[in-house]
């Protein structure tokens, strides 16, 4: 296992200091990454497709985390694009508690600010294969 000091960097702290905060929860035991082909929200009524799920308090003593992408080609056309999902649900991890829209514009800020290095470095935390539940 390759430590912090040896993920890629932007050169701009603060942006390196999520960056490192992202890593860190990904290499977690705890917390779990999914691809599923079809994924619905689970607080919906009407159960409208979703492009990712963070889902806490789950597994064995409820200290787990899963985040779930949309792996249908139809939400994210590559996996670039579910590398972008992936950084939205990281931000629901490190921001805890915080509003939607807030996450959003986290999101579009770390998508301009990661440098391709760190998207792809974040990218390999993608499993290859899909789950079925
Ligand atoms: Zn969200």
Avoid: Y
Wanted: proline share 4%; aromatic share 10%; glycine share 6%.
């Amino acid at each position: 296992m390759v430590s912090l000091r040896e993920v890629p960097l932007s050169g701009d702290k603060l942006v390196d200091w999520i960056f490192k905060q992202f890593v860190f929860f990904l290499r977690k035991e705890t917390l779990a990454v999914k691809r599923k082909k079809r994924l619905l929200d689970p607080d919906n009524l009407h159960r409208r497709v979703i492009r990712g799920l963070m889902q806490p308090q789950v597994g064995p003593g409820g200290h787990g985390i899963e985040i779930t992408i949309n792996s249908s080609r139809s939400i994210h056309c590559n996996r670039d694009k579910e590398a972008e999902t992936l950084i939205h649900e990281l931000s629901h991890v490190v921001f805890w508690k915080t509003w939607e829209r807030f996450i959003g514009q986290a999101e579009n800020i770390l998508v301009e600010k990661f440098t391709q290095e760190q998207k792809d470095f974040l990218k390999s935390f993608l499993p290859r294969s899909e789950s079925k539940d």
